[in-house]
């Protein structure tokens, strides 16, 4: 039995107020709709098994298959072109064909849909106007003059030289709905006739470039304001001794309409106005030509409804269809304006997460967000036609961009990770790829984890010390968590997904109580009362609107002297709002909270603001230090931001230093403060007090 969209086509191709064909590359008509058999002339069950050859004139016909071919190859997306068809009495007929490709459902060309309209009428005319008053002989004047007022297409004349209307016809009217008063003498543009200024000049330049504008297609107001749809063609001519512009303007507002409705038919499903597998192919197709171009990944999410079937056999198909077409919306809202939400058949959901990361795994992690976001939102109570419904659904994600990848395959690989999620229970997304999956896996794992260590306090400080000229002037506090199962934890293992997750701000409060508490308690001890803590804080936590609050809460509390107390801010997070961030640096800094700037030299800093910042210190970044016995860039480097110190008043200090010999060097340019394992390892709190 036919489903509904197919008889939804056929109805179509019968009601369709255009002549509409479908066509071989070769030109062999496959089928047509009755409007298109009246055209020609022909009994409809004659047509099916025609060449477009045998209908068309030899120069004719040729034409329309070379078009074909253009179009089958890949050379045009879609044209347009006036051709003579031969009607069966052997009269000829002029129409205007617009021709597309269509594919099948894997994205292969399948056959060409041709809209044929015909336009004898306007070429007629046109014709009829190219006899100028001069030459036409009063037999032929009268000719004009009748085919000028009965066209059904809408004539306007106006001068060149200025665009003033000097005739219209009845048609033009009636199609503008203005009187004959109200337009002559005006010009189009006080009449308010175009929708799109950019249509206006689009006629110009054509007039201006080749003398003629042919078949655009533009968007006209009516003298009520409705906008339409219109047809329009102009070319010079001498109308009673002056030059004019004459317009052929005809409304295709319901071709438009129809053509509209074909490609919705073509494109989209037509339950719930998704795009259907045909579109759902051509995108994912685009996507992975994308993917080669940008190197960015994509993700290709396949979600299927658990117990639809039971649903729908229980409460019928009507509430089967309510469910779906809900389902499309909660999915769409789910994703971004960029990203593909297509229903591929059934309760089968496929959608195309475009523009992720280069890395496979954070491009995972990111597909992962938005199928967690899939699965909540169809987990949540449908209320169908006031009755509550429930279901979930499996996911299946695989992410994509490597060259050697095919339609086929992505979505074949999304397909066999949904079954592992039915098979794991439903209401679940698997990956496709094991090694992403356990990627994921991981970091579920570890945000979990990483909530409970913040709960639990596993957090400690390690303090690295940092000297000038051999003597302990402070240290920088570095994070580390004691896992209870795993050990020690490195913090470019946690921190990143702590940014990513929002867990650094409770994170980022604790490092900096504790760090406080520390300065205050070394202020008790004569030899400690010196020492500064150094402390890491990320572009994101400085931009917490309430950040000058927390650290001036923060030294309030522990009773911690703000002089002992450094921000390290890092060079990459002034990319955006620097003037929020001095404003915020100001405050600090009035209350005697010092600052340094970390990663100096890596980023891509404007020296202009650089000047306005208040800070006490600049940092030479390690990869500078690592290199700069052999890499002359790195100590030229190393040199210059010594020398912009000095000339700023700032102090510089190095870190990384792990050699005598790198010491030296930097004692050599200028630098004498130090921070690096030629000096000590980050130690635990009893130990940097040991040493």
């Not at 008509?29 to 004659?46: D, K, Q, S, T, V």
């Not at 019928?316 to 304006?337: F, K, M, N, P, Y």
């Not at 040199?639 to 030296?664: C, D, H, P, Y």
């Amino acid at each position: 039995m036919p489903d509904k969209s197919t008889l939804e086509s056929r109805s179509f191709l019968e009601q369709a107020t255009v002549g509409i064909v479908h066509a071989t590359p070769e030109g062999h008509i496959l089928r047509c709709n009755a409007e298109f058999a009246e055209l020609i002339g022909y009994p409809r069950e004659e047509v099916r098994g025609l060449m477009i050859q045998e209908i068309t004139p030899d120069e004719d016909g040729a034409q329309c298959v070379a078009s074909f071919q253009k179009l089958w190859t890949g050379a045009s997306d879609a044209l347009s072109l006036e051709i003579r068809l031969i009607r069966k009495d052997g009269t000829l007929k002029w129409a205007k064909m617009t021709v597309s490709l269509l594919r099948d459902r894997e994205g292969w060309p399948s056959h060409l849909l041709a809209h044929v309209e015909g336009i004898q009428d306007r070429r007629s005319a046109e014709t009829a106007q190219a006899v100028t008053a001069q030459e036409a002989a009063p037999a032929q004047e009268d000719r004009y003059r009748t085919m000028f007022e009965t066209s059904p297409d809408g004539v306007l004349i106006a001068r060149a030289e200025d665009g003033r209307i000097v005739e219209v016809n009845p048609a033009f009217l009636e199609i503008l709905q203005f009187s004959r008063e109200e337009v002559l003498g005006h010009t189009s543009r006080e009449l308010d006739i175009w929708a799109d200024q950019g249509d206006s000049l689009k006629v110009s330049e054509a007039l201006h470039q080749q003398a003629v504008a042919r078949d655009l297609e533009v968007r006209l107001r009516r003298k009520n304001g409705e906008v339409f749809w219109a047809e329009l063609s102009a070319s010079y001519a001498d109308f009673d001794g002056e030059s004019c512009v004459i317009s052929y303007i005809r409304d295709v507002s319901a071709a438009k309409a129809d053509e509209e409705k074909i490609r919705s038919l073509a494109f989209y499903d037509t339950l719930t106005g998704l795009p259907n597998r045909r579109l759902l192919w051509e995108r994912l197709r685009q996507a992975l030509i994308s993917s080669i171009r940008s190197g960015s990944k994509h993700a290709l999410l396949f979600v299927d409804l658990d117990g639809f079937k039971s649903l729908n056999d229980t409460l019928g198909h009507h509430i089967g269809d309510l469910l779906l077409q809900e389902t499309g919306r909660r999915i769409a809202s789910c994703v971004r304006e960029v990203d593909t939400v297509a229903r591929l058949g059934g309760d089968e959901f496929v959608i195309i997460l475009e523009d992720l990361s280069q890395i496979a795994e954070i491009a995972a992690a990111q597909a992962r967000t938005v199928g967690g976001k899939i699965l909540a939102a169809i987990d949540q109570p449908f209320l169908l036609e006031g009755r509550e419904c429930h279901t979930t659904s499996s996911m299946g994600i695989t992410v994509f961009g490597n060259q050697n990848e095919s339609t086929n395959e992505v979505l074949q690989q999304a397909d066999i990770a949904m079954y592992q999620a039915k098979a794991a229970g439903r209401n679940a997304m698997f990956f496709f790829a094991p090694a992403l999956q356990a990627s994921v896996n991981a970091r579920v794992a570890l945000e979990k984890d990483l909530r409970e260590a913040i709960r639990e306090n596993q957090f400690s400080l390690f303090y690295q010390p940092q000297l000038d000229r051999g003597l302990l002037i402070g240290a920088e506090a570095l994070i580390r968590w004691k896992h209870p199962t795993r050990g020690l934890v490195t913090p470019h293992e946690f921190v990143p997904l702590a940014e990513e997750t929002g867990l650094i701000f409770p994170m980022g409060s604790w490092v900096l109580e504790t760090a406080c508490t520390q300065i205050a308690a070394w202020a008790g001890r004569k030899e400690g009362e010196h020492l500064s803590i150094a402390v890491n804080v990320s572009g994101r936590e400085f931009r917490q609107p309430k950040f000058v609050d927390h650290v001036l809460g923060a030294l309030e509390r522990t009773g911690a002297n703000p002089y002992n107390l450094k921000i390290e801010l890092s060079e990459s997070m002034f990319g955006e709002n620097v003037e929020d961030v001095i404003a915020r640096m100001n405050k600090l800094k009035a209350y005697g909270v010092r600052f340094s700037l970390e990663d100096f030299g890596t980023g891509y800093s404007s020296m202009s603001y650089l000047k306005r910042l208040p800070l006490d210190q600049i940092k030479i970044d390690r990869t500078f230090v690592n290199d700069i016995l052999k890499d002359p860039i790195s100590g030229a480097v190393a040199q210059a931001i010594i020398s912009f110190g000095k000339a700023m008043g700032l102090s510089v200090i190095a870190e990384g230093v792990e050699t005598e010999e790198q010491r030296a060097f930097l004692a050599k340019l200028g630098c004498f403060s130090f921070q690096g394992y030629l000096f000590s390892h980050p130690l635990p709190l009893g130990e940097f007090y040991a040493n």
